[in-house]
């Protein structure tokens, strides 16, 4: 696949683009995929354990925490669609557990599909982007990686380590001008992974419709945007929340009934 000199960095060409969103079969991911194909995106591609509904998509069956699978599910893109150029970090499990008693194989599950699965789908797709000087890599953290309640120390670690690997790229890539990155931090959303988690304040932290999130993401990418996108209202904020002082940061806790989320 090759792109015009026309082709607008850090903007969405439906024809061209090949998007590949993991974790595209329910919750987030899935409307991700149903955004996509509405704009008439030609090449969406789900890597998730299981299928999907959208008829559109091709969905590619690969367990993202194994860099075999991966590869394998790379090599297929490449010869159906071709080159990779969007790359959306979507897929997540998360696992409530105390500390203490955590089950080491629940953490490495979470870790390995949050967190090394960034690494592995990354790594795959991105030589080719450079190679090309263009594309898009999103990665979907969450308002967690900012402050984890408790019970949530793996999920909210993984989300930690997503801003992390998100920013360290974001300036690998600041020589190539042709590929950009977005970050975005949504709150809680009406999706499965979370359907058993209470809403501590609906007015304060109200829970997003995926749909409505797909939506804005998408409409970012098409505009071009790099800034990190934070969403509702109060997520902006949250990288706030990590300088505030110990006594201030317990109030905001005890205030917002986060750590009673997950009892």
């Known amino acids: 696949m090759s792109f015009s000199a026309l082709s607008l960095t850090g903007r969405l060409d439906p024809e061209r683009d090949v998007v590949v969103i993991t974790g595209g079969s329910s919750g987030l991911g899935a409307s991700l995929v149903r955004e996509f194909l509405a704009r008439g995106c030609r090449h969406v591609v789900s890597l998730d354990v299981v299928a999907g509904q959208a008829e559109a998509c091709d969905y590619i069956e690969c367990d993202i925490s194994d860099a075999a699978q991966v590869s394998r599910a790379a090599q297929d893109i490449r010869s159906r669609h071709g080159d990779c150029t969007v790359l959306i970090n979507n897929a997540a499990v998360q696992s409530a557990q105390l500390v203490a008693e955590a089950s080491l194989q629940e953490v490495h599950r979470v870790l390995d599909v949050n967190l090394y699965g960034l690494f592995a789908t990354t790594r ?140």
Not at 137 to 163: E, Q, W
Not at 178 to 194: A, D, E, H, Y
Not at 209 to 229: E, I
């Open 124 to 263: 795959q797709f991105l030589p080719a982007m450079l190679a090309l000087n263009r594309g898009y890599v999103v990665t979907i953290a969450s308002v967690l990686g900012y402050a984890a309640p408790a019970r949530l120390s793996a999920y909210g670690a993984s989300k930690a380590g997503a801003i992390a690997f998100h920013e360290a790229l974001t300036y690998e890539l600041k020589p190539h001008d042709g590929v950009s990155t977005l970050l975005v931090c949504p709150g809680q959303m009406s999706t499965p992974l979370f359907c058993s988690v209470a809403t501590p304040s609906a007015w304060l932290a109200p829970v997003l419709d995926p749909d409505h999130v797909a939506a804005r993401v998408v409409a970012a990418m098409g505009a071009g945007r790099t800034a990190p996108l934070s969403l509702p209202c109060y997520a902006r904020f949250m990288p706030f929340f990590r300088v505030l002082p110990g006594p201030l940061a317990s109030l905001a806790r005890s205030f917002s009934k986060m750590d009673h989320a997950m009892s």
